[in-house]
């Protein structure tokens, strides 16, 4: 089965600091991956999907951006965080089968 | 939500009684997924059901769709203190959309 590993689980960054989230796969080749967003108490906000190696769909304008430089690979950026930034963040594998899920990282944006 | 809205968004019950949590959502789909948080933790799969599909059970689960009405409703039978987590449905259209969630705490 696949096992999703994201790091760091937390994570306090200053405004205006850069970011860099990774998500990495196992168990599984040439997945859909996913990056969302959960504030606190609410729902699950879908950032970024990939279908395929080098393949980014954003799905909100925001500040961040994402990249998939190998097929199990994910990552979460930005240059410049700001406050409203800070939040769990969800990075996801899957296809019409259930979402896989890593541990999340809690980002706070002091 | 991108998608869709679960309701309640909280609900408190006893050891033993039934939870039932519904979930509305907003265009078309190829299958509607449960999942359970547990808190500061990742989302574990419970359950799908295809859009063909209206009933579904596993375990103490029970799941039913209406895709006319665009709804949904997770049952959980016989509730437990270890069942108390958030809830979310999500849709798998062209991509994977989350409701906003029903806090469920089972009292002991």
């Known amino acids: 089965s696949q096992t999703i590993h994201q790091w760091p689980a937390t994570l306090v960054q200053p405004v205006g600091s850069p970011l860099s989230l990774e998500c990495t796969v196992e168990g599984t080749s040439n997945p859909n991956l996913y990056w969302y967003r959960q504030a606190a108490g609410r729902g699950l906000q879908l950032l970024f999907y990939?279908?395929?190696?080098?393949?980014i769909s954003s799905e909100v304008p925001q500040n961040l951006s994402a990249s998939r430089p190998q097929d199990r690979q994910f990552i979460l950026s930005s240059k410049k965080l700001l406050l409203s930034d800070s939040g769990f963040y969800l990075c996801?594998?899957?296809?019409?089968?259930?979402?896989?899920f890593g541990n999340g990282t809690r980002l706070t944006v002091t | 939500s991108q998608q869709g809205e679960e309701d309640p968004q909280a609900l408190s019950i006893q050891e033993g009684e039934n939870a039932t949590m519904n979930c509305s959502y907003k265009t078309s789909i190829n299958n509607l997924q449960w999942y359970r948080q547990n808190s500061g933790r990742g989302l574990v799969h419970l359950i799908l059901?295809?859009?063909?599909?209206r009933e579904k059970h596993s375990g103490r689960l029970r799941v039913t769709l209406d895709t006319s009405k665009k709804s949904s409703s997770l049952l959980i039978t016989a509730s437990r203190a270890a069942d108390t987590a958030s809830y979310f449905c999500a849709t798998n259209g062209n991509q994977f959309y989350f409701g906003t969630g029903t806090s469920l705490t089972v009292i002991p």
């Open positions: 996801a594998s899957g296809d019409n089968s259930p979402l896989h």
């Open positions: 990939s279908v395929g190696i080098g393949q």
């Open positions: 059901i295809r859009s063909n599909e």
